[in-house]
């Protein structure tokens, strides 16, 4: 496949991801906002915090280094030996529920039953999840190496929307259900996901349109596990770049979901606490996973397929590094931009959203510190994602087992600041342990990017410079947008309120338009890439 054709399926993959997750985002929290009315902030707490983290930690250790190792190099492999290796994530998945459902059942707190009824049906329910979600792995695997992206985008939004109306459903006929209610919905969400995978597959193989693609598996028997005479039942290489990826995913889960993984084991804000949490925690991460994890999940594919792994900058295709380079500069300066937005903006207006989305029980206490402190993460989130994106593309089996080690002190280190800080400055210090841990790793993938590129022509990191014109607008409104907060946020009146909005919405109108003078380059990117997908279905 031509370097073109891939980057213009990634960026159209990477588009569609961002329109579903904008719809996962809304739909969740309108979801949140209406269940917040219904149920007690302590049974959110469990659901979103204790159950979600045992469903997570479930589908990432069985699956993330599998979906990393096969995702790697050209799509034209023995994909027989490829599917073989992704069954494997199986057996894993099964062992990892058991073991951590009886960690959930018997090692930590059980909430209170008159509180929280029916925990035990709840975890057994969510680890049950998580097994039928990884029985569509291979299925999910072989689409995504071929990018195809309605698919994705179509199963997923099936899979949400159902969980939802039937969560709405249950949640206002049957109130008293407690945790039967969130279970019975996340059952259905991942047997929707399973079930839409399946059948496309079985209506796309053997039809014209997968000949005419010359689809490397040809019928729905291929899918299944196969044993090979004279051959080896998996790619060897492929299983060991698994188990080196493995043992990375394994910290990376640590670092990702750290401080849930202190709530939960370490009991250091209660049930009620972290249900408040985990809302604000949603509200600050929107931008982040509907923009920046399309983003990077996309075009880890593209850095993949485009550069062969473990080879220098000289063995490369020059033409190939050439548009490696670019489009990478061109990606850190997006993110950028988004992210020094999400931090100049947020801080001004994390108190107004708040109260506007949950009521005084969210916009007083600690709850704007603490979306104000995640805007600044956001930052932290928006440059980590596309440099580790590029990292692990191109990192071979040594470097990513010398990775490990790095990843092993920092989940230790950050797991200690995360207690410490907590303690310190209560759900607060979460946010800022998170901050300490993406500026290692983004410290950690600037250095391997640089080292890179020293021997070519390319500097991709220029990405990460804002134009000083844009800086200084950022700047000043960042100054503006505070002290309209002061005068005018969030206990003076809805006319108050509305000055306060149209004042942010002139300094971001400014900000637009000098990003648009600046970054012409940057602009015909997001045009040319990104929208045009869009504007090609329209036509």
């Known amino acids: 496949m031509a370097s073109q054709d891939v980057l213009s399926q990634t960026t159209r993959l990477a588009s569609s991801s961002a329109l579903l997750q904008v719809l996962f985002r809304v739909v969740t929290f309108g979801l949140n906002a209406f269940t917040l009315r219904y149920l007690s902030r302590e049974l959110i707490g469990v659901v979103n915090v204790r159950l979600t983290l045992l469903y997570s930690t479930v589908v990432f250790l069985a699956r993330e280094a599998f979906r990393r190792a096969c995702l790697s190099g050209s799509t034209k492999r023995n994909w027989t030996k490829t599917i073989n290796l992704l069954w494997l994530i199986v057996p894993l998945g099964v062992f990892w529920s058991v073991f951590l459902g009886l960690v959930w059942l018997h090692l930590l707190e059980v909430p209170d039953p008159s509180v929280i009824p029916h925990y035990q049906a709840g975890v057994v329910a969510f680890g049950l999840s998580a097994i039928i979600e990884l ?99 998996v790619n060897w290489k492929e299983a060991r770049l698994t188990w080196s990826f493995f043992k990375q995913s394994f910290l990376k889960q640590i670092l990702t979901e750290g401080e849930r993984y202190v709530m939960t084991f370490l009991n250091v804000l209660n049930f009620g606490d972290q249900g408040v949490y985990d809302i604000v925690n949603n509200l600050g991460s929107l931008v982040a996973r509907f923009i920046f994890l399309p983003i990077e999940e996309s075009f880890y594919v593209f850095f993949a397929k485009l550069l062969e792994r473990g080879k220098n900058v000289k063995d490369q295709k020059q033409d190939d590094v050439a548009m490696a ?215």
Request: charged share 10%.
């Open 135 to 233: 029985l569509g792995e291979p299925f999910w695997v072989l689409a995504q190496a071929h990018l195809f992206v309605r698919l994705k985008v179509i199963a997923e939004s099936l899979s949400v929307v159902s969980k939802c109306v039937l969560t709405v459903i249950l949640v206002v006929l049957y109130p008293q259900w407690g945790l039967y209610i969130f279970s019975l919905a996340q059952l259905l969400y991942v047997s929707v996901l399973v079930m839409c995978y399946v059948i496309y597959f079985v209506m796309f193989l053997g039809s014209p349109e997968a000949t005419k693609k010359s689809f490397p598996v040809a019928r729905m028997k291929a899918l299944l596990p196969n044993l090979m005479e004279d051959e080896t039942f």
């Open 325 to 539: 380079a670019n489009v990478l500069e061109l990606l850190l300066k997006l993110v950028l931009l988004i992210g020094l937005t999400i931090t100049v903006f947020g801080y001004a207006y994390s108190r107004l959203a708040l109260d506007i989305y949950g009521g005084s029980m969210l916009s007083s206490g600690t709850g704007p510190d603490l979306l104000r402190c995640y805007s600044l993460y956001v930052l932290f989130l928006a440059i980590n994602g596309v440099t580790e994106c590029f990292t692990f593309a191109l990192m071979c089996k040594e470097e990513v087992d010398r990775y490990n080690f790095v990843m092993l002190a920092l989940s230790f280190t950050f797991l200690c600041i995360s207690y410490f800080l907590t303690h310190w400055h209560g759900s607060i210090g979460f946010i800022l342990a998170n901050c300490f841990n993406m500026g290692i790793r983004i410290a950690h993938s600037i250095h391997y990017i640089y080292d890179y590129f020293k021997e070519s022509a390319y500097r991709p990191l220029t990405g990460l410079l804002p134009s000083p014109f844009l800086a200084l607008v950022y700047i000043i409104s960042g100054v503006i947008t505070g002290f309209s907060e002061v005068f005018c946020c969030c206990d003076k009146g809805w006319m108050a309120r509305l000055i306060h909005i149209s004042m942010g919405a002139l300094c971001f109108a400014a900000t637009i338009v000098t990003m648009f003078c600046t970054e012409a380059k940057l602009i015909h990117f997001v045009r040319s890439q990104f929208l045009s997908q869009y504007m090609k279905k329209g036509t």
